[in-house]
């Protein structure tokens, strides 16, 4: 699998990323070291997870396959997202919040560190120098290597790559991650614009509109599906509308005329949008994640990517 560098930093990552949303929910441990079997020997690199993701249930997953040595640590990025709810040590963006929060993920990975650690959203009530001096802090200890962004707004984003450069601060983020599909176009506004412009690459999930582009929601819902899930259910059916039904028969008619699967026009639609260093897949089983893994010989042609364009034009 090709590689990418993130934004302007010296990071690289797989161009496709292995998400464990649902590990230790929906997907059982076996399952889940099924998957990242799969996703390393397909040559994939980028590991994404949150402390959010179950309440850590994903990250200890993830973790006993690590200490069991079932993959190489090495050859791993582990993008994890912190930062605990409000609580007793402050708020969510405070450092004290922020470095608990690093070290409880560390334990529950069972690693000593993170390659890219991406902070939690914009909060007014904490000063940003604050928040600044966690990554600086989790840097210089050792224990994170690089430091990225969730979900900003392009403001927030660019007023923290200004900010860290005015302080002198020689850890600047490098990554931002948000939701982007042929469904969800928002981040073309004005986050990826400013992620460009500061040297920042976006790691995109959802990129397959949260299951919807697969095209298995068009006669119904299948009863194995996400849209059956007690804890995905509302997630899946956000994207289930008219809008999404044009679109997604578009993504039709363009896999049939390339000989190939939905999932396949989807996902490398995201994965060559520019600015994007990864897109981040979740997978059922490794069934379904080799099939994510196969568009990595998929190129989409010029005029394919136009009508796509065209038709999924908007938020």
Do not use: C
Not at 44 to 52: I, N, Y
Not at 61 to 73: K, N, P, S, T, W
Not at 101 to 127: C, E, F, I, M, N
Not at 168 to 191: D, F, I, K
């Amino acid at each position: 699998m090709l590689r990418r560098r993130v934004g302007g930093s010296g990071l690289q990552v797989s161009r496709i990323g292995l998400g464990t949303m649902t590990w230790g929910e929906d997907t059982d441990a076996d399952g889940a070291g099924e998957q990242l079997l799969a996703f390393v020997e397909g040559g994939g690199t980028l590991v994404e997870t949150a402390d959010v993701y179950g309440d850590g249930t994903a990250q200890e997953v993830l973790g006993v396959h690590l200490e069991a040595g079932l993959v190489d640590r090495d050859e791993l990025v582990i993008a994890a997202r912190g930062g605990p709810p409000d609580g007793a040590l402050g708020r969510q963006a405070a450092r004290g919040a922020l470095l608990h929060g690093l070290d409880a993920t560390l334990r529950r990975l069972r690693t000593d560190r993170l390659d890219l650690w991406q902070l939690p959203g914009w909060d007014p009530q904490v000063p940003l120098e604050e928040t600044l001096s966690a990554i600086q802090v989790a840097v210089l200890s050792g224990k994170v290597r690089y430091a990225g962004l969730v979900a900003p707004a392009g403001w927030q984003l660019a007023t923290v790559a200004e900010r860290a450069r005015s302080l002198g601060n020689v850890v600047l983020p490098v990554s931002a991650q948000a939701e982007y599909s042929l469904l969800h176009r928002g981040p073309e506004a004005e986050l990826l614009p400013a992620a460009r412009h500061h040297g920042l690459g976006l790691l995109a999930w959802a990129p397959l509109g949260r299951g919807v582009l697969t095209g298995k929601y068009t006669d119904g819902t299948p009863a194995d599906s996400r849209a059956t899930s007690p804890v995905l259910a509302a997630y899946v059916e956000a994207r289930r509308n008219e809008r999404s039904a044009r679109i997604v028969q578009s993504v039709l008619t363009a896999a049939d005329g390339l000989g190939t699967s939905p999932l396949t026009v989807a996902l490398a639609w995201v994965r060559d949008r520019p600015g994007v260093a990864a897109a981040v897949v979740g997978a059922r089983d490794a069934a379904q994640l080799s099939a994510s893994l196969a568009t990595e010989s998929v190129s989409l042609p010029p005029e394919i990517r136009a009508a796509l364009d065209d038709v999924s034009a908007g938020p």
